[in-house]
């Protein structure tokens, strides 16, 4: 007798794991806060290379490779001397442009070998926060992807970071997902109930725009005025704006560290007459110590249970209640399949012009 099993959702023993999907191109990535770039440069790790931040001598942001062209060392480490980037290992010298000016070792008057130049990356500051377009270099590159349900106040504002050890797709998955409140942040949010009504989900280009009410299950029509209602945009990849009351509202943006880790800056901005400053910092602080880490179990039991992010969702079963996680798959599919050919791991610097001076 045949029996009709269900099909499978765990990978075969010993199966190895999908290979990872290419970062999402052409689009704006928040990479880091404006904050965090002063005086001194800073590396950091997005989209599997090692990066480098620094300000030139009028404080614009440069974004480049952080590997010495000479011989490797972290470019981060380095200082900003006379609005150029000095290597720590020999003190060679390099512009915002990335050509290198000064060589010490062969004296003030060497020219430097046009080669010995390190690729920089097209960017932007806006909203306190540093921007870098990942993807082909072009003419006209559209408006940074910020929404404007987001309060640009910062007196109102507070804001965290945090790096997660699980890939984009997952981490977007879960800041957007509605109905996991009542059970994964079970502890923070006693008692929020359990079923999602209504709910709607649209998009408009690449923005998705969810709204919906988290209630009690009580048998009853929706009466416009109990539960939890919630608003989430997404402008893909990973901008998130959303408000959960009219008071409330929070920015998120995620980027890839590389294929297996994400990092995320959240923001809260309160709409308060007093100590909303105060009261947005609570608000960061709860979510990257109670709320955050919370998802960040369910993502790692996930991968250890299999599950992969597999733009397919291969081995997912979703529901009605996932529409706005279905939608962002779909916007992800179509952009990798547009993509597809491109090699994500060749030097930025074959497709990216010099971003400063454009
Ligand atoms: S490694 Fe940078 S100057 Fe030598
Ligand atoms: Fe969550």
């Known amino acids: 007798m045949v029996r009709d099993e269900p099909e499978s959702t765990s990978p075969a023993p010993g199966a190895a794991r999908p290979a990872a999907a290419p970062y999402i191109r052409d689009a704006w990535y928040v990479v880091h806060e404006s904050a965090a770039v002063r005086r001194r440069p800073v590396s950091v790790t997005r989209f599997g290379r090692r990066l480098v931040l620094w300000r030139d001598a009028a404080g614009t942001i440069v974004i480049q490779e952080a590997r010495c062209p000479h011989r490797g060392a972290d470019l981060g480490l380095g200082r900003v001397v006379e609005g150029a980037l000095e290597c720590p290992y020999h003190g060679f010298r390099f512009n915002p442009a990335g050509a290198c000016t000064l060589v010490p070792c062969q004296g003030k008057d060497w020219r430097a070998p046009a080669s010995m130049k390190v690729p920089t990356y097209t960017v932007r500051e806006e909203h306190g926060l540093i921007w870098l377009w990942w993807g082909d270099a072009r003419e006209d590159y559209p408006p940074l992807p910020w929404l404007p349900r987001f309060p640009d106040e910062p007196a109102r504002t507070s804001s965290g970071t945090l790096e997660w050890d699980i ?94 880790n994400t990092w995320m800056v959240f923001r809260y901005h309160m709409r308060l007459p007093v100590l909303a400053k105060l009261a947005a910092w609570l608000m960061v602080w709860a979510e990257l110590k109670l709320v955050q880490p919370d998802d960040m179990r369910m993502g790692r039991s996930a991968l250890a249970c299999g599950r992969s992010p597999d733009p397919a969702l291969s081995g997912c079963r979703a529901v009605p209640a996932d529409a706005n996680i279905l939608q962002w798959y779909k916007l992800y599919r179509r952009r990798l399949a547009a993509q597809r050919g491109r090699d994500d791991e060749a030097p930025p610097a074959k497709r990216l012009p010099i971003a400063v001076g454009e």
Do not use: N, W
């Open 167 to 260: 890939p984009l797709p997952l981490v977007l998955e879960s800041a957007i997902d509605f109905h996991h409140v009542a059970f994964a942040h079970r502890r923070v949010m006693p008692g929020v109930g359990t079923l999602v009504d209504p709910f709607e989900v649209e998009r408009e280009g690449d923005v998705i725009r969810s709204r919906g009410v988290i209630r009690k299950d009580d048998g009853q029509p929706y009466d416009g005025a109990s539960g939890f209602p919630l608003e989430l945009d997404v402008h893909f990849p990973g901008v998130i704006a959303g408000r959960f009351s009219p008071r409330i509202t929070l920015f998120a943006a995620i980027c890839p560290i590389d294929h297996d």
